[in-house]
């Protein structure tokens, strides 16, 4: 039986809305990539490390979505940029994916969760 991938859903008088995860993200992989300072999204675990090998671009790498009920967490797995202060990036790395989540969605989104999993050096 095929794993149903259940998101956000809202109901209104009119009838029920039903978001994916993987429409959330989306949204949330748009403000990351917007982010100063991520230079990318690490593998949440290692068997999605050897998935990317299968698949070469995964659009929810490092990006975990949980839903409960009308609330929304997002946890997620980043490489920065070496040299900029750590929380600082984190910090607007969580306003931004949760701005551009409740903008979209019109849903509050509960927590935005970020594991720095690596820094990036630049050549100088």
């Given at each position: 039986?095929?794993?149903?991938?259940?998101?956000?859903a809202?109901?209104?008088?009119?009838?029920?809305?039903?978001i994916?995860?993987?429409?959330?993200a989306?949204i949330?992989?748009?403000?990351?990539?917007?982010?100063y300072?991520v230079?990318?999204?690490?593998?949440?675990?290692?068997?999605r490390?050897?998935?990317?090998?299968i698949?070469?671009?995964?659009?929810?790498?490092?990006?975990?979505?949980e839903v409960t009920?009308?609330?929304i967490v997002?946890?997620?797995?980043?490489?920065?940029e070496y040299?900029?202060?750590i929380?600082?990036v984190a910090?607007?790395?969580?306003?931004?994916?949760?701005f551009?989540?409740?903008?979209a969605l019109?849903?509050?989104?509960q927590?935005?969760?970020?594991?720095?999993?690596?820094?990036?050096?630049?050549?100088e």
């Amino acid at each position: 039986m095929p794993r149903r991938d259940r998101g956000a859903a809202a109901t209104s008088q009119s009838g029920k809305i039903e978001i994916s995860r993987g429409a959330i993200a989306a949204i949330v992989r748009d403000a990351v990539r917007q982010s100063y300072g991520v230079v990318g999204m690490a593998p949440v675990s290692f068997s999605r490390s050897l998935a990317r090998y299968i698949r070469q671009d995964d659009p929810q790498r490092g990006i975990e979505i949980e839903v409960t009920g009308d609330q929304i967490v997002i946890t997620l797995h980043v490489v920065l940029e070496y040299g900029l202060r750590i929380s600082e990036v984190a910090h607007n790395l969580m306003d931004n994916v949760k701005f551009a989540v409740e903008h979209a969605l019109g849903m509050p989104v509960q927590a935005v969760n970020v594991h720095v999993q690596a820094l990036h050096f630049s050549p100088e």
